[in-house]
């Protein structure tokens, strides 16, 4: 047993298990950010239909990175996951065993802050309730791959430790909607930064270029060749790499820049095209969105 995952190209199958409270929920998310399909509460008998989803996907040229999270609270469960194993093993996908730990007082202090009983608690305290279902999972956790110790992680910092061991890296970027608005029609209400460039030149009094919109040259080239302009998408590019690091450490992958004129046609597309071309690299994806483009 290691506390690594083999390399991602030879994982075909991960189960992810383990202790209530001990992070199931949070693992799922960061498998679905790296892009695996993940199936959460999955009976153990399923795990062979789920096998040959897969292998369907496959040999249609379809690379499927499966993972399943199964409770295996109930003993007949247990059983079940057992039988499944040993019916996988005998074929040619290779599945992994990921188990989430944690110590008593750790899920105590879990289940306390959310206010929640344990599953298996019934009538009896929380901390009988852990116990149970820490006897009845002894056995599975000796069979484990990973065994995973969350007590002392709160949800970022175990996002940040599964991410580097499933190996796929493509959900530590973040993906930036750049929109263009026009404020006359009110501010973007998903935007998490706004920006207004009623600051520059209005192309719309400029005769040859009021019927354009930004996304036509003539227009972008008067745009971003006025005084200001350049220096705004500098310093906004500057601004939005020193948080971009930050989001990504709070498990945040995606954000929207809203840039705004007074009608949304042609300083703010203009300028939210130039921005998303910029903005677009390193850990970051872009792409762009024109709200109120056509409204005139």
Sequence with gaps: ???????????????????????RSTTANVLEDRGWYVVDNLPPQLLPALVMLGEQARRRGVALKLAA???????????????????????????????????????????????RPHPLQGSGRLLDGIQAERELLRELRTQADV??????LNVHQLARKIGPMVGDDSGSRLRIAVMSFGFKYGIPLDADFVFDLRFLPNPFWVPELKAL?????????????????????DRTVALLETVVEGYLNEGRRYATVGVGCTGGKHRSVAIAEALAQRLGSGRRSTFVVHRDLGQE
């Design 147 to 152: 065994v995973l110790d969350t007590s002392g």
């Design 69 to 115: 999270v199964i409770d295996v609270r109930a003993k007949q469960f247990f059983d079940e996951l057992h039988n499944a194993l040993v019916t996988l093993e005998e074929g040619p996908w290779r599945p992994q065993l990921f188990f989430l730990d944690a110590t008593d007082e750790a899920l105590v202090r879990r289940f306390e802050s959310v206010r």
């Design 213 to 233: 919109t930004g996304q036509d040259e003539p227009v972008s080239h008067y745009v971003l060749t006025q005084p200001g302009a350049e220096d705004f998408l």
């Design 1 to 23: 047993m290691s506390d690594d995952l083999v390399p991602h190209d030879s994982t075909e199958l991960l189960l992810v298990t383990g202790m209530s409270g001990a992070g």
